[in-house]
């Protein structure tokens, strides 16, 4: 079931839009909640968003609050990242992963550990 798969990164200006898939190529994500973690460039992995199995709990970093949005399609076997207003600062590689418990602050602090988790990510590049 792990690691999963993201896309849907690139080349952005300041103020643009992405939208992230991250989905599973073998198992169901239906009963785990997934994180969203971004990698900026010499700086540890940290938790940007993640959404509960359901889609009931929803959490943010401060740093993305107001500007992205999770959303998550059981049916699809897909969770979504929509960044919106995007700024040099979310510059960096974007893994989803499943959180350790719940959705939460705390989850989105601690970042799972074990190279399993972890796919190949996907680049978004914020630049003018």
């Known amino acids: 079931q792990w690691p999963l798969l993201e896309s849907g990164g690139g080349l952005v200006q300041p103020g643009g839009s992405l939208k992230l898939s991250c989905t599973a190529s073998?198992?169901?994500?239906?009963?785990?909640?997934i994180g969203w973690f971004r990698q900026a460039p010499g700086k540890e992995r940290k938790g940007v968003s993640c959404?509960?199995?359901?889609?009931?709990?929803?959490e943010y970093s401060d740093s993305v609050k107001g500007r992205f949005t999770i959303s998550r399609d059981n049916a699809k076997n897909t969770v979504y990242l929509q960044m919106n207003s995007l700024i040099p600062d979310d510059t960096g590689v974007y893994y989803c992963?499943?959180?350790?418990?719940?959705?939460?602050?705390?989850?989105?602090?601690?970042?799972?550990?074990?190279?399993?988790?972890w796919g190949q990510g996907t680049q978004v590049t914020v630049s003018s």
């Open positions: 992963a499943p959180t350790v418990g719940f959705c939460s602050a705390y989850a989105l602090a601690k970042p799972p550990t074990g190279n399993d988790y």
């Open positions: 073998k198992g169901t994500l239906e009963d785990r909640a």
């Open positions: 959404i509960g199995s359901s889609g009931g709990m929803i």
